[in-house]
């Protein structure tokens, strides 16, 4: 069944209030739903009343406290339907349901993990607790109460704030709790059992003192510590950058270790994979200290965008997703480095959204149909929805921003809004019209820029001729030109910056270029000399650029810019075309050339001294086998795109390997180790010197080192990830992994790095090692973040171990995914989206990949996850 936007229309009945007790247990929970409704003035006086659900038992149904006459209801499947109802009266309607958390595999709805109650209720989930309006425009207040074993049990959480608890007769007692926000059901959290707390408390700009818990197992309260760090600044900032204050007497954060997703932001009680809660230096990267930040920070953010201010259908996920996105962007952008952040970021869609906008599973940033919304939690409406927010900031500068944003949170605090209610609030606030850009939610597909240059010397007049064309996506054939903003700069030769007399032909505001037509000519007057261009600094707009430009050019602006991003992206657009040519010449069995000026300028600034750590970290990392394949854009090998990618690695390595030695040596980060940006930095510097170097030494010895010298998570990983994926046979490599295995057996996130580590050796044999770690007495199939570390990785990111020649890494993925679809369809459907780029392979590889995807279409019983991702792929 497929759902679609314009079938959107209100409920009938109005809920008012719903009272919720539950008796917990582990496989016969009972739970009694009391929901107070009236007819909604203008519904029909003979509608029904159609409530939700998903595999429920009901066990009792009663209208104003009397049993339901038989013939006034049907249960179906998935819905509760009750006729005669009262035209005007408010009336209730109770609803017992049993449910068994042990046996919910789902992880949707109620269930257990590690003896913890707890639920996940966004998009669906609610509805296999009881049946519900389980949509997210039906609001009300809900009053909770939990009964449940004492000894197992001593916690029992909720939404809201804690109105009291007793003992409730032999072994057990009850707690109750209220959440006076009015809230849609996919925001209703319960959470029960027996684990350790950090506890602070937060004062708020009114004065209002909230208290805060993070609740973790027992034991591993300390690893909660940079969790609570992340938490308070998240809400100083929030007052400060938002003018957001806390709503509530109490923020709970509860981290459990089986978690379909990262986190969820039920109101005042957020749900944490443990993932992303958990650290200390022994235990987590720097990049797991950064993803707590921003993930702890995303989920707080959500208070008001996405709590306060709600979502009207599901086809507005980004109202609430791609705002948070932007604003836990920002908010790391404040606490580190900007310019490296927003690298990261960049890298990040580039990787993950691109493809997805250039392949079967396109959709636009906000949807118009969906079979499963599950399958919608997806790059495009998270990342690229929050690059459409980031350009409604830059378009209207940041002060109209800011006063946009204010009237959103004014005008519809309480609401369940629309993406066109969030726009309009731009529109009023500045006195824009946003129509034309809207069309970025609207229009699946990257948009490609095409420009081209000229400078007339004599005239000391400069023109910039811009194109754009987006492409075709599935279920769009033609398009309409953008609204893109780009900004941009015009470099001297002795790289400060022109200031020309006029630019006449493209709306032009501070340093920002509004292209808006499909074609369009700046002129720019009043310039001595030609002047270098440098178009969509920051990463202006989410689009392909097509601008030839000489490597001089390319690399003056990655030397002199002002803008660190623009110096990145310039080196990369230098490195990118010479890493496909190499591809092209591997494959062809051609000899493989390095442009000097690429090597010369990336040693440079890597070896830059006023340059920060983690930026030259970033420059080092060179275009991944993904972004190249990206960049070739089909009929791809990856065995030659890593062949050839190699080949410039080693040239590198040899070209500088005195720089990579000493960037290894001098940023040994031994001694007391902090998570913060600058530490995090040099630590990312030195290990980003040591592949290069592992490549110039030929042999394990220096990585061996390294991971017997690491103290901390970030060297000792990145240490064995040199080791396993440069010198996977060495014995080196054998007994570093399992001196890291035995260290680390206790610890399942660390134990995850291990899985991974191995999932991503590169080359033919990574199958065979993978399926050899699934009977490892490590592995556990029924935890998604094992699944995810072995299964998921090897899918995701090993090109050449999963797209093997023979096809084989497709059948073993095909094989997974039937297995684990019937346990945890939301794990099997993500997984599978790993394979959405399969027709840009070459032909004997897209042969045995569309083979796979039949094999799994024509299983049995496959759930609607899986066959929606399967279909689209097939056909789109
Ligand atoms: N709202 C959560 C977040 O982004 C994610 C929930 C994902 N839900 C799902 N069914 N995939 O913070
Ligand atoms: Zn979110």
Redesign the pocket.
């Known amino acids: 069944r497929i759902i679609h936007l314009t079938d959107y229309r209100p409920t009938d009945f109005v809920l008012e209030r719903v009272d919720l007790t539950f008796e917990l247990d582990p496989t016969e929970t009972k739970c009694t739903s009391r929901m107070l409704f009236h007819r909604r003035e203008g519904a029909a006086v003979d509608a029904p009343l159609v409530l939700d659900g998903d595999e429920l038992k009901m066990t009792g149904l009663l209208f104003d406290g009397m049993p339901m006459e038989p013939g006034r209801f049907t249960e179906d499947n998935d819905t509760l339907t009750i006729r005669e109802l009262p035209e005007t009266a408010a009336f209730e309607i109770t609803v017992d349901t049993v449910i068994n958390p042990e046996a919910n595999t789902q992880l949707?709805g109620l269930y257990r993990t590690n003896g913890i109650y707890c639920t996940?209720c966004?998009?669906?989930?609610f509805r296999r607790i009881t049946y519900f309006y389980d949509r997210p425009d039906v609001l009300c207040v809900y009053t909770v109460n939990i009964i449940a074993d004492k000894e197992s049990c001593p916690l029992l959480l909720s939404n809201g704030n804690f109105l009291g608890g007793a003992g409730y007769g032999e072994g057990k007692h009850f707690a109750a709790w209220f959440d006076p926000h009015p809230k849609p059901s996919y925001l209703f959290a319960l959470v029960a059992g027996d684990l350790g707390v950090v506890e602070d408390t937060f004062t708020t700009m009114s004065g209002r003192e909230v208290a805060l818990k993070i609740y973790v197992e027992h034991g591993k309260e300390p690893r909660a510590a940079y969790a609570m760090d992340a938490l308070k600044r998240s809400m100083k900032w929030d007052e400060e950058v938002f003018s957001r204050e806390y709503d509530l007497d109490i923020f709970m954060v509860v981290a459990v270790s089986d978690f379909?997703?990262?986190?969820?932001?039920n109101k005042g009680l957020n749900v944490f994979n443990d993932k992303y809660v958990l650290a200390d230096p022994e235990t987590a990267t720097d990049a797991d200290y950064a993803n707590i930040e921003a993930?702890i920070a995303?989920?707080y953010f959500?208070n008001w965008t996405?709590n306060r201010i709600t979502c009207r259908d599901w086809f507005q996920l980004c109202l609430?997703?791609g705002l948070?996105?932007y604003r836990d962007h920002e908010f790391s952008a404040d606490q580190r480095s900007r310019a490296v952040k927003r690298v990261a970021e960049v890298r990040h869609l580039k990787s993950e959204q691109f493809p997805e906008d250039a392949g079967p599973l396109a959709h636009p940033v906000r949807p118009t149909k969906y079979r499963e919304?599950?399958n919608f939690?997806t790059t495009t409406v998270?990342e690229k929805g929050a690059e459409v927010t980031r350009m409604i900031a830059t378009i209207l500068g940041r002060d109209l921003f800011k006063k946009g944003m204010d009237l959103y949170f004014e005008r519809h605090d309480g609401d369940a809004a629309t993406i066109e209610d969030f726009v309009k609030c731009f529109e009023d606030a500045s006195g824009r019209d946003l129509g034309q850009f809207s069309l970025w939610y609207h229009q699946a597909g990257t948009p490609l820029v095409t420009v081209s240059s000229a400078f007339d010397q004599a005239k000391g007049t400069f023109t910039l001729a811009l194109e754009q064309m987006v492409p075709p996506t599935p279920g769009q054939s033609a398009k309409e030109p953008m609204h893109i903003p780009l900004r941009f700069g015009l470099l001297l030769p002795d790289g400060s910056e022109a200031t020309p007399a006029s630019i006449d032909g493209v709306e032009v505001t501070g340093d920002v270029l509004h292209l808006t037509k499909r074609k369009q000519v700046a002129t720019v007057t009043g310039l001595d000399a030609r002047p270098v261009v440098t178009l969509n600094r920051d990463f202006s707009a989410p689009i392909n650029l097509h601008f030839e430009r000489t490597p001089a050019d390319l690399a003056h602006i990655a030397r002199h810019d002002r803008d660190l991003f623009a110096r990145w992206q310039a080196l990369n657009d230098l490195a990118l075309p010479n890493l496909v040519e190499a591809s092209r010449n591997a494959r062809a069995g051609t000899a493989i050339a390095v442009n000097s000026l690429l090597s010369d300028t990336l040693i440079e600034i890597a070896a830059d001294e006023t340059l920060e750590p983690a930026f030259r970290a970033q420059i080092l990392a060179l275009p991944s086998e993904a972004d190249i394949a990206r960049e070739l854009g089909s009929n791809n090998d990856p065995d030659a795109i890593r062949a050839g990618r190699e080949a410039v690695l080693a040239f590198l390595a040899s070209e500088g390997k005195a720089l990579f030695a000493t960037l290894f040596e001098r940023h040994d980060g031994k001694g007391s180790f902090t998570p913060d940006a600058a530490s995090a930095g040099r630590r990312a510097l030195r290990n980003a010197a040591l592949p290069f170097l592992a490549i110039a030494d030929g042999q394990p010895a220096r990585a061996a080192q390294a991971f017997a010298d690491s103290d901390n998570m970030t060297d000792l990983s990145a240490a064995l990830g040199v080791l396993a994926h440069r010198f996977p046979e060495a014995e080196e490599t054998q007994a570093a992994l399992e001196t890291f295995r035995a260290r680390f057996a206790e610890n399942a996130l660390v134990l995850d790095k291990w899985f991974a580590i191995q999932a991503t050796i590169p080359g033919e044999g990574a199958l065979g090692r993978v399926q050899q770690l699934m009977q490892s007495p490590h592995f556990n199939a029924a935890n998604p973040n094992r699944v995810r570390a072995l299964v998921g990785t090897f899918a995701f990111s090993n090109p050449t171990g999963f797209n093997r020649l023979d096809g084989e890494g497709y059948r073993f993925l095909a094989s997974q995914i039937l297995q684990i679809d019937p346990k945890n369809p939301?794990l099997a459907a993500r997984i599978l989206t790993s394979m959405r780029s399969w027709r840009s392979l070459e032909g004997v590889r897209a042969e045995h990949a569309l083979n796979a995807l039949r094999r799994i279409a024509a299983g049995e019983k496959l759930s609607a996850d899986v066959a929606d991702i399967v279909e689209r792929m097939l056909n789109g």
């Open positions: 949707m996940q966004e998009a669906e989930g379909n997703m990262g986190a969820m932001e993930i995303h989920e959500h996405g609430k997703e948070t996105v919304i599950n939690y998270y939301q």
